[in-house]
């Protein structure tokens, strides 16, 4: 069985002061927790968060990434600097950046690949809006985002990638997937990640993400092909991030 991860995706929330409680809380409850997990953090909170987690074992990681490697990009944060301050995952292709930024899945793939590059694990984000749900496109619009990374990506590489599995509408709306269309999709993923490297597919984390709770986390986490979560909302309340984690036992 393939080891679970819950991953905190914050977003842009927290603060220096609420950082800081949250981590604790969240370490002092972690006792028993089977899941792997890992907080994805605001760039400019990556240097405390690294202090606070050093040597524990939450890890840590960023929300985005530059495309380019360094240089003339006013703004812009490349991985090798995310690297610096000890992350070990990166978000790329968060439907919010899609939607907001005008993120195109060729974009995302060159992300992963500068994530790759430094030595880490891109968090991959595919998800249908509703409209494309309801006119049956659900498994080709992901399959063209995540083949958009896998055109790139060296077959043996394929094992260092993440996975996340977001549904638009399910994103911070309460509405979640339910457990078998999840795992219908999961399950897709998964073909589409064996046709580049068959071996390495089946240790891929693919991650469900959209109105993950703890009212519907132990049923989500139980499909064969939902390796963790991806969580916005709950990953800032400490006890229900924790209450996920304690769900994949
Ligand atoms: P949510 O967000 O859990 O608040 O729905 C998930 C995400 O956007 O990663």
Redesign the pocket.
Same mark, same amino acid.
């Given at each position: 069985m393939r080891p679970k991860l819950i991953v905190g995706?914050w977003?842009m929330n927290g603060s220096r002061t609420v950082n800081a409680a949250l981590l604790a809380e969240i370490a002092a409850g972690l006792k028993g927790a089977k899941a792997s997990c890992a907080v994805c953090v605001p760039a400019p909170y990556l240097h405390q968060v690294e202090e606070l987690l050093k040597g524990s074992s939450i890890a840590w990681g960023a929300q985005d990434v530059s495309a380019y490697e360094g240089g003339a990009y006013t703004g812009e944060v490349c991985a090798k600097m995310l690297g610096d301050f000890g992350c070990r995952y990166v978000i790329v292709g968060?439907s919010?950046r899609r939607a907001y930024h005008g993120e195109s899945s060729e974009l995302v793939a060159r992300k992963a690949m500068a994530v790759l590059k430094e030595g880490m694990s891109p968090i991959v984000c595919v998800g249908e809006t509703l409209a494309q749900r309801e006119a049956g496109q659900t498994v080709e619009v992901v399959g063209a985002q995540l083949g958009a990374v896998l055109e790139l990506l060296p077959a043996d590489a394929v094992e260092k990638i993440v996975v996340a599995y977001?549904p638009v509408w399910?994103?911070?709306?309460g509405k979640n997937a339910t457990p078998a269309m999840a795992q219908e999709v999961h399950a897709a993923l998964r073909g589409q990640l064996r046709s580049r490297n068959a071996e390495a597919a089946e240790g891929v984390a693919i991650l469900y993400? +959209?109105?993950?709770k703890p009212e519907n986390a132990r049923e989500l986490l139980g499909q064969p092909d939902i390796d963790g979560g991806?969580? +916005?909302?709950?990953a800032l309340k400490a006890q229900d991030f924790l209450a996920i984690i304690h769900a994949t036992q």
């Open positions: 995706n977003k968060h919010e977001e399910a994103i911070g709306t993400g +959209g109105s993950m991806l969580i +916005g909302g709950a």
